[in-house]
């Protein structure tokens, strides 16, 4: 399981963690939802057809506390069955404080829309993506398990790493960050993580994207 985490104090840096300060001037609405996710989308233009499959399972806190896909399948992409909850738990009655955890469970992703151009078949097997959040910020974690296709992995993914899919010949058809991380500026403490995200080079004959696993998350009152 590996964490990023956002927070309105003091800056820290790890491997696997990052924490932010907020800036002073920060407004007083978050740049993110209180919390949402969903097992992913594609939006993608392939042979000169537009390929969509919007957001699957998902769920707000505020007005969606779960959600659920079958499996679902389009041209060049397939997505398992998921599922999502995004749920809010109060803390401190007396206080009225809060705590969130929004979260996307998936299986069985397939992405076919290379193979055409030469490249490999990409698969993972499990994953699980969440975003929590108290009054002192918001966490981060995922996980990837029976993963195929993608060639010299490192062991460890850190956030925003960018993986380059390449044909048989070396050409790059697409670049895949995992653990991808956004954050406001100025940075309010909310943030917003996809698993991977698939962006597609003119070289696939294919544009768009694919997005496995999204999250975000804001800073309780």
């Given amino acids: ?3 990023l985490r956002a927070r309105r104090t003091a800056a820290v840096a790890a491997a696997l963690a990052i924490t932010l300060t907020a800036a002073a ?12 996710a969903s097992v992913g989308s594609a939006d993608f233009t392939k042979d000169g057809k537009r ?10 806190v505020d007005d969606a506390p779960t959600g659920s896909s079958e499996p679902v399948v389009a041209s060049g992409v397939r997505f398992g069955a998921g599922s999502s909850s995004c749920v809010r738990e109060v803390v401190d009655p007396a206080g009225g ?6 979260e996307a469970v998936g299986r069985d ?5 290379l193979v055409a151009a030469g490249g490999p078949r990409l698969r993972v097997g499990s994953w699980r993506i969440s975003c929590s959040a108290t009054d002192r910020g918001t966490d981060s974690a995922w996980e ?29 058809l697409a ?3 995992f653990s991808e991380v956004v954050l406001p500026d100025p ?19 294919l544009s768009g994207e694919v997005v496995l696993g999204a999250a975000a998350c804001s800073p309780t009152p």
Avoid: I
Wanted: glycine share 6%.
């Fill in 25 to 36: 001037a920060a407004p007083a609405w978050a740049a993110n939802p209180p919390g949402v």
């Fill in 109 to 113: 992703f397939e992405l076919s829309a």
């Fill in 51 to 60: 390929v969509l499959v919007p957001a699957l399972a998902a769920c707000a």
């Fill in 187 to 205: 940075n309010d403490g909310s943030m917003s993580v996809s698993l991977a995200r698939f962006r597609f080079t003119p070289e696939s004959h």
């Fill in 144 to 172: 990837l398990g029976g993963m195929s296709g993608f060639a010299d992995l490192p062991a460890q993914l850190p956030a925003n790493y960018a993986h380059e899919v390449k044909s048989r010949s070396g050409v790059v």
């Fill in 1 to 3: 399981m590996r964490h």
């Fill in 97 to 102: 404080t809060t705590r969130t955890r929004s």
């Fill in 175 to 177: 670049v895949v960050t």
